[in-house]
């Protein structure tokens, strides 16, 4: 299955926007890339998915690289609610969701 | 709508002992899945139900069994409990052809 790189971590200021990078160099075409959310002892929750196009709902916006090499999960005004490790997946053809160890997001009164 | 229901939220076993965790939704889903979180870790697939009266193992199945009982309801066993399987267990459940995937609150396992 194929792998997805995040930092460790990222801090950011209450109402700033938060820019999540993610790499994937080897998505194949027909991966779906996921975003779910883990807040303190919590089970995770959906955020967003895309294939090819860039994607918003109401909880963020995702950005797809045009090659899909790489993606970025944008949080537009963080509050403290937002402050949770976030995930960023690679859904392959069997559905089977692999978490990563994520970037955990500090936000900052 | 109570969405996944996991049972029970914390269990303290000592090695050797067996137990099952219970997971049911409310939501209609098809699938469903067993996952174990280890302390400072991301999530990883133990076992998961495709649909009803089938299941697959994911990338950790060694020393648990599964059940999946009937649409709602999908159990995880350790026959026979291990100080490796100490971890935070979560169920999820989703409806064939749509991405989202529903997580329960989970349940702390510490095997002694």
């Known amino acids: 299955d194929a792998k997805t790189t995040q930092p460790n971590s990222m801090e950011s200021n209450e109402e700033e926007p938060v820019h999540l990078p993610c790499n994937h160099s080897t998505i194949s075409g027909t991966d779906y890339i996921h975003w779910y959310r883990q807040l303190p002892s919590q089970g995770p929750e959906y955020v967003i998915h895309?294939?090819?196009s860039n994607v918003n709902n109401r909880m963020a916006s995702l950005a797809i690289a045009e090659d899909r090499k790489s993606s970025t999960l944008i949080l537009h005004r963080a509050t403290l609610r937002d402050a949770a490790v976030y995930y960023c997946?690679?859904?392959?053809?069997?559905?089977?969701?692999?978490f990563g160890a994520g970037t955990t997001v500090t936000v900052r009164a | 709508n109570a969405g996944v229901t996991q049972t029970p939220k914390f269990q303290v076993l000592k090695t050797g002992q067996s137990m099952t965790l219970q997971c049911a939704q409310d939501?209609?889903?098809?699938?469903m899945y067993w996952y174990r979180q280890d302390p400072g870790m991301g999530l990883r697939l133990i076992y998961y139900?495709?649909?009803?009266?089938?299941?697959d193992k994911g990338e950790v199945p060694n020393g648990y069994n599964v059940s999946r009982l009937n649409k709602r309801e999908f159990s995880l066993r350790l026959e026979s409990a291990a100080p490796s399987q100490t971890s935070v267990y979560f169920c999820?459940?989703?409806?064939?052809?749509?991405?989202?995937?529903?997580f329960g609150s989970g349940t702390q396992l510490s095997v002694l």
């Open positions: 139900s495709a649909s009803e009266g089938t299941t």
């Open positions: 939501m209609n889903h098809n699938s």
């Open positions: 997946i690679l859904r392959g053809f069997f559905y089977k969701l692999s």
């Open positions: 895309g294939l090819t």
């Open positions: 999820a459940s989703r409806w064939t052809g749509l991405e989202k995937l529903f």
